[in-house]
């Protein structure tokens, strides 16, 4: 999969940052790259392995652009 991040970082709203990850809240309704729905969050996992504590069940898509892993977050 191909990932325009410079753009998705660009267009995203940020939410939340720690060692592990990185969120952005999609305010602007981007599509997602792997089904092209409107996703609603991106979270960005700058470790590997990284742990995701989901408070909600979500269906997700994911890629992996220079070595990091995109994980999108659909309702
Ligand atoms: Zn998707």
Redesign the pocket.
């Known amino acids: 999969m191909d990932i325009d991040t410079d753009e998705l970082r660009s267009s995203l709203t940020p939410r939340e940052e720690n060692s592990a990850i990185k969120s952005y809240q999609n305010t602007v309704s981007v599509v997602?790259?792997?089904?092209?729905?409107p996703?609603e969050d991106l979270v960005v996992c700058k470790e590997n392995p990284t742990s995701l504590n989901l408070s909600k069940q979500l269906?997700?898509?994911v890629g992996v652009d220079e070595g990091k892993a995109y994980i999108?977050t659909?309702q």
Do not use: N, R, V
């Open positions: 997602c790259p792997a089904c092209g729905e996703f269906d997700l898509c999108f659909h």
